[in-house]
């Protein structure tokens, strides 16, 4: 049975009405069915999600990252990685079952897989702990990104979490510490880290595993500091701003695109992904095979170049100076120029200003 969000009750209304129109049985036995209403209906269906998709504020959105259908991690896993053998535990605690992780093949390409899980129902999802990761999980990301670093082997995460579990036991085995830790693990790698954004993107908890060389979003999910209702909740003291607090705080793929934080965005089929899981998931293989094609030739310096420039270029126009491949000018960087920091006609009036002080002191 198909669930719908509350912009959708239109659309359940006619997909109700197309189910009926199909079934061959009514109260004088079996009928004709008539396949040009169906095939009316339909189009009727396809033009008020595009309607609806097309013009989504930022809550929306948020409902669209976290509606229940929504393909999880462990469904990219099972449809775009073969050979997959899972690895367990940080050698220092336990499991953590809100992380997949494993070795397997992308096309042939071995990867490392780190996905975030939420579960697809209560028990599972109790299971997964809602896809918030302890330490332990943490530390069992950290000892195979190193495993992979040292054989050469990618990295392809998927993030979907509403963030770090909270709980009193994993600050007590050193939460923070395992977050920055992974952070910096992941910015260190000489091997091409992906990560892909398949729904929730919620503050450490995933920029632990999404620090990486291409952060890439699907069109309907976000990726923010802290959830909208926890930002209404600390900003308005009331969490039922949450509209306003997720119009502002930019948490969209398009609008993160825009910014330079993430670096590309993998368009939805009508309605969202969970409306079509299988195009998705070809979707979202096509664009990890393409990312790892434009590492194949980099040296594991050069990689790591490419995402500590990444990391610099966010909130600035151009970065800092170094050495990039020199025959990709996407990953490349140069010196910022005087002239494109300043920008703002008030900022170059205030420069003038006192520049013009420092001249009268002198004369002085």
């Excluded at 930022?58 to 469904?75: G, L, Y």
């Excluded at 170059?348 to 520049?355: F, P, Q, T, Y």
Aim: one cysteine or more.
């Amino acid at each position: 049975m198909r669930n719908y969000l509350d912009f959708e009750k239109e659309v359940k209304s006619l997909e109700d009405n197309l189910e009926a129109s199909k079934n061959p049985f009514d109260k004088d036995g079996i009928s004709e069915v008539d396949t040009k209403k169906i095939q009316k209906i339909q189009e009727e269906i396809n033009q008020k999600l595009e309607g609806l998709y097309s013009n989504l504020n930022s809550w929306q959105k948020t409902m669209v990252a976290r509606h229940e259908d929504r393909p999880k991690a462990n469904f990219y896993v099972n449809k775009i990685v073969t050979d997959f053998t899972q690895l367990s535990g940080d050698r220092l605690f336990g499991d953590d079952r809100s992380i997949i992780a494993g070795l397997g093949l992308i096309e042939n390409k071995s990867v490392l897989i780190l996905a975030q899980e939420k579960g697809v129902d209560l028990n599972s999802r109790l299971d997964r702990n809602f896809g918030m990761m302890k330490p332990e999980g943490y530390r069992k990301c950290i000892r195979l990104m190193k495993l992979a670093d040292r054989f050469k082997i990618p990295v392809v995460s998927f993030i979907d979490t509403p963030g770090a579990y909270p709980g009193i036991g994993a600050e007590q085995r050193g939460q923070a510490s395992a977050i920055a830790t992974s952070i910096e693990c992941c910015m260190s790698l000489t091997v091409p880290n992906i990560s892909v954004i398949i729904g929730e993107g919620g503050s450490g908890g995933a920029i632990a595993l999404a620090s990486s060389n291409k952060v890439i979003m699907l069109e309907h999910s976000i990726y923010s500091v802290i959830s909208p209702e926890g930002c209404a909740s600390i900003l308005w003291r009331d969490p039922s701003k949450s509209l306003e607090a997720a119009e502002a705080m930019k948490l969209t793929a398009n609008d993160l695109k825009k910014f330079g934080i993430v670096d590309e965005v993998i368009k939805e089929p009508l309605g969202g992904a969970h409306r079509d899981n299988e195009k998705i998931a070809l979707d979202v293989k096509k664009t990890i095979l393409s990312n790892l094609k434009t590492f194949e030739n980099l040296s594991g310096e050069e990689i790591y170049n490419q995402r500590k420039t990444k990391f610099l270029q966010i909130g600035r126009d151009q970065g800092f100076s170094g050495t990039s491949h020199k025959s990709d000018k996407s990953l490349s960087y140069s010196v910022p120029t005087i002239s494109g920091l300043i920008k703002d006609k008030k900022v170059i009036i205030l420069g003038a200003l006192v520049l013009l002080a420092f001249a009268i002191i002198l004369m002085l």
